[in-house]
């Protein structure tokens, strides 16, 4: 029993033992409350990741495309120099293969393809006459010769005169035209046939002047 006089209230009569004992109870009471709270709550499953094979797949290219970036980005400077060195020392053009040199005769050819063929077509061409003027001996050579060996064939002789007047009238520059009305009189029927070749002569030389033939 306590004796007469002392205090019953915890903490009056004997302060120190009291309190640790207090301390004490409290201590456990809350830990056995935290036990209690732990048990009660739900424990979470843990479930295992899985991937698959296209997604295994996809994080590989991924991770090859980082390292692929990364490896540029490393290697840029060096990279961008070359350019530069490359435009310094351009690469030489391939050379161009040489032309062909051309075939006189078939240029020829060409050209008397050119060459009129109908009357009207032949009187209406426009003849180049400063080529003629400008042209060698030989070209106004042929032309004459011709000239003389067809009034030849059409008159039975030689002659020389008619030759020379006919030659006269393209010295002038005649046209067509004019020529036959001027030679109407002479070679009757022949005169347009004669004129119309004979035109054919000059505008083949002209168109061989042309070409440089």
Do not use: N
């Not at 059409?154 to 005649?174: I, N, T």
Request: charged content about 25%; proline content about 8%.
């Amino acid at each position: 029993m306590a004796a007469a006089g002392e205090s019953l209230q915890p903490g009056m009569g004997a302060p120190g033992g009291e309190r640790r004992a207090l301390g004490t109870l409290r201590r456990k009471a809350q830990a056995a409350f935290v036990e209690e709270e732990e048990e009660a709550a739900p424990k979470r499953k843990l479930i295992p990741i899985t991937y698959t094979e296209e997604e295994l797949e996809a994080m590989r290219r991924a991770a090859e495309a980082a390292a692929q970036e990364e490896q540029a980005a490393s290697g840029a400077p060096e990279q961008a120099s070359k350019p530069e060195a490359a435009a310094t020392l351009p690469s030489p053009a391939p050379a161009a293969a040489a032309p062909q040199p051309a075939d006189p005769e078939q240029l020829k050819r060409q050209v008397m393809a050119r060459v009129p063929k109908g009357q009207d077509a032949v009187f209406a061409w426009q003849v180049r006459w400063e080529l003629l003027d400008a042209a060698p001996a030989d070209v106004k050579q042929r032309i004459q010769a011709w000239v003389g060996k067809r009034i030849q064939m059409l008159m039975g002789e030689e002659e020389e005169s008619f030759a020379s007047f006919v030659m006269q009238q393209v010295a002038r520059h005649q046209p067509a035209l004019k020529v036959l009305e001027a030679l109407q009189d002479v070679l009757d029927e022949d005169a347009p046939e004669f004129v119309t070749k004979l035109y054919q002569v000059i505008i083949y030389e002209s168109l061989k002047l042309e070409h440089s033939l």
